[in-house]
């Protein structure tokens, strides 16, 4: 168990629909990370807030958008759905956001949009 | 990033010492090399990191060439649940990126 929690594990929606990705990072992580897993794709970093604050943003589409909450969980909204965004998607957590501190992955919600 | 380059596959016999090669030769002295491991479609698992000293935890050795261009994780007793694509990242401990870029990985198969 890594700490993190990630909610829902399933998800099933139609394309066009919004749905919103829950993360809540272990206790005491500041730094959330958002990474999306396709079986094309592979594993792609996508956002990374620290306190609250937007600090790096990878490949993540217009269409997907994500916040950090004062409480340190944070959201991940992806709106006007796509086949193509049928994916896992990962949050990680780390203290800090340091390099030298290892990023604890959750268990994933896995997307499926019909 | 500094790219690596790993093996797509490798076997082992439970029991025995997997030893898991990964070239970064164009890592900079900024960089750590880190290791994580999936197994099957569960979150990506941090096994171990390092920076130029070999290191070890319950999991894994990691051992760092003197050049730092490749590295080995050991596994020193395979079991059949080690089986998982394992990754091999370099990682900048400066600038505002630090996120992990995830390569292809070895996918290590623990034999019976």
């Known amino acids: 168990d890594s700490g993190v929690t990630q909610t829902p594990k399933h998800l099933i929606t139609a394309t066009g629909q919004r749905v919103t990705l829950r993360c809540s990072p272990r206790s005491g992580d500041l730094s959330v990370y958002w990474y999306q897993q396709s079986l094309d794709q592979g594993l792609q970093f996508l956002i990374q807030?620290?306190?609250?604050?937007?600090?790096a943003k990878g490949n993540i589409l217009e269409r997907f958008s994500a916040q950090q909450f004062p409480d340190l969980h944070s959201e991940l909204n992806l709106s006007s759905l796509e086949l193509g965004d049928s994916a896992l998607y990962f949050c990680a957590s780390s203290p800090s956001g340091g390099s030298g501190q290892p990023q604890h992955f959750g268990d994933g919600t896995r997307l499926s949009i019909l | 990033d500094a790219k690596t380059t790993q093996p797509p596959s490798m076997d082992c016999a439970e029991g025995r010492a997997a030893n898991l090669p990964c070239n970064h030769s164009t890592i900079s002295g900024n960089e750590y090399v880190y290791w994580y491991r999936q197994i099957h479609s569960q979150g990506p698992q941090y096994i171990i990191h390092g920076l130029k000293n070999n290191e070890t935890n319950e999991m894994a050795s990691l051992i760092i060439t003197e050049d730092r261009k490749s590295s080995t994780l050991i596994l020193p007793h395979a079991t059949l649940r080690d089986t998982a694509v394992y990754y091999c990242?370099?990682?900048?401990?400066?600038?505002?990126?630090?996120?992990?870029?995830f390569g292809s990985g070895t996918q290590l198969t623990v034999l019976p």
């Open positions: 807030y620290y306190n609250g604050e937007e600090r």
């Open positions: 990242i370099v990682r900048p401990f400066s600038g505002s990126a630090r996120q992990l870029t």
